[in-house]
């Protein structure tokens, strides 16, 4: 997804706990994951990349943090910081920006054929 550079990744996702900082990269991360298991509507899904090893698990449910909601996930990843444990929501914005990239995706591939 070209969200890294698009729009800050905190206006896509909304951490709700975290034991550790997250950094950007991070952020963006566990963002990506998230949205391929919400359009997806896959439960888990394993990451590896220099930030963090480890799995993102969609909650299965909708949550509200004020007048922030979106779908509900949880990361458990080996950092080199540490282990870190992220309960986190795609935010609306986040899962629109997704489809968005999803639907261009396809137009884009149904060009080729």
């Known amino acids: 997804m070209a969200?890294?550079?698009d729009?800050?990744?905190w206006r896509l996702i909304a951490v709700l706990r975290s034991n550790l900082?997250?950094?950007s990269g991070l952020a963006a991360l566990l963002y990506e994951t998230a949205a391929r298991l919400h359009l997806a509507r896959k439960e888990s899904e394993n990451v590896a990349t220099?930030?963090?090893v480890g799995t993102v698990r969609?909650?299965?449910s909708e949550q509200l943090m004020g007048t922030i909601g979106g779908p509900g996930f949880l990361a458990t990843l080996d950092t080199p910081a540490g282990r870190c444990e992220v309960s986190f929501i795609v935010t609306r914005e986040g899962v629109d920006v997704a489809e968005g990239e999803a639907?261009?995706?396809r137009e884009e591939a149904q060009s080729w054929n």
């Open 3 to 5: 969200t890294k550079s």
């Open 7 to 9: 729009r800050p990744v």
């Open 21 to 23: 900082p997250l950094g």
């Open 50 to 52: 220099d930030d963090g």
């Open 58 to 60: 969609a909650v299965g």
């Open 103 to 105: 639907a261009r995706r």
